[in-house]
């Protein structure tokens, strides 16, 4: 199956781009307030490491799952978001 240019070049340099831009945005202070208070970003990891694919996998058991589906449903439960979740959280000021 042969891709799009826009696919294996436009799509990765345009997610380079937005990590970049927000990695730019980031300040001292913003690295000082996670090592203050470091129980919200321990808390969203072991939500999202753990606890959000033992939820899909509970899913895919109790809905029975086509195993080529079961295995999309978990790898989105063990990636989610993505570039956008960062993109959103800087948005509105997360």
Do not use: C, W, Y
């Amino acid at each position: 199956m042969n891709d799009s240019a826009l696919i294996t070049t436009g799509l990765p340099i345009a997610l380079a781009i937005i990590m970049f831009g927000l990695g730019l945005s980031l300040t001292t202070d913003d690295f000082r307030r996670v090592t203050r208070s470091p129980k919200a970003v321990v808390v969203a990891l072991v939500l999202q490491v753990l606890v959000l694919p033992l939820v899909a996998f509970g899913l895919v058991k109790i809905f029975d799952l086509d195993p080529l589906l079961a295995v999309g449903v978990m790898l989105l439960a063990a990636s989610p978001g993505g570039t956008t979740a960062n993109l959103f959280s800087h948005l509105f000021r997360g």
